[in-house]
């Protein structure tokens, strides 16, 4: 990675930015969603990155109006305490973004789960929700390779449909194939609690008690490879990934951490997270499968230090292995929980600015286009296009 200042980057125009985007070698013509994404203040380097990646977010929630779910996971929320639905769109927000797509989640055990069958319910209901706005917003679920591409080359932004926890399936592997039907091609297995059920494997929160990854778990993650689903182990503890490492015919990801060598800035906040955070000798058993890490924006309190924890992550896995997991609410009018609003002062799209100061750091475009999409994009690809 090379070194470079801000002021060696020429600032384009935004019919500059149209002319150099679409002089950039390979690069595709941008439409008014990019401009507008991008706005007056572009450099010219960044445009060409822009222009030439297909931008992913590996982990994002997305409620849409009446899905919320209540962090108080033992308790359904009384009307007085939802905050209301904020008047937005996921198409909209993606376009601001600058993003090709999100990978758009909800959290299971996050929804008042009573008894068997209450999680699969909610997650059909969510699924139905997002139907709707999917509709509202005239874009469709990115089911493959093909579909990303279509995205890209038409400026139509897309969501890769995963869910944060697999507290649905509750023993029955059919509903597997029940949710791909419905559009899902990515499932991250854990989150806090256990499958009320079967339980699949130890997560990285809680005491172990299930031995890493347990035999359903497996069957599971095969059931997975079969269908052309991408298998997600965010949360998972180090002795499930092993266990994941045993079975899985395609490679892997653990969409939304970071190494737990970086600590940020802020040490009350970095103890309540460290237990999510993970390891050098982790994040290189994902890497060993062909698999990605996605760097979340938690423990950084500026788009610089996000910047310097995906750098950190870089060097302990290679550049190839490394994808952008936000862990933010996409819809979210709050700063600190919507992705364009990640830090204080993000006005340009949060793919655009993070693109720009990686820039400013010494990443190269080519390793730019790898971690905001090109490496997440490598791993869809095998997944979806070669089942097994």
Known sequence: MNSMSKKQLPILSRREFLTTAAGAG??????????NAA????????ARVISGAIGIDMHNHVYPAGTEPHPWHDQAPRKDEQPPAPELSIAEEIKESGLTAACASFVMDFAPNKKPGDARDNLLSWLSAIDAELEKGHIRRALNMNDLRAAHAH???????????AHFIEGHLDRIEEVYKRGLRHLQLLHDKDDMVA????????????????????EVIKECNRLGIVV?????????VLGALKVA????????????SWTGKNPKTFEMMKPRLIGREHAKVVAETGGVIGVWTHLTDSLKEFVGSIKAMADAVGIDHVGIGSDTDLLS??????TNKAWPGLTGGFFNEVAGEMLLQGFT????????????????GKVTDGRG
Do not use: Y
């Not at 706005?39 to 960044?46: F, K, P, S, W, Y």
């Not at 015919?249 to 737990?260: E, N, Y």
């Open 26 to 35: 390979g690069a595709m013509l941008l439409g008014p969603a990019e401009l």
């Open 39 to 46: 706005g007056e203040g572009v450099d010219a380097r960044t």
């Open 155 to 165: 400026s139509q932004p897309t969501i890769v449909q995963t869910v944060e926890g």
């Open 199 to 218: 339980p699949l494997g130890d997560t990285n929160t809680n005491p172990a008690h299930l031995g890493g990854l347990t035999a359903f778990g497996a």
């Open 232 to 240: 997600d182990l965010a949360h998972a503890s180090h002795e499930t």
């Open 249 to 260: 015919k395609h490679p892997f990801i653990v969409s939304h951490t970071s190494l737990d």
């Open 333 to 338: 009018v709050r700063v600190g929980q919507g």
């Open 365 to 380: 475009p080519g390793e730019i286009g790898k971690v905001e999409g090109g490496n997440f994009c490598r791993v869809f």
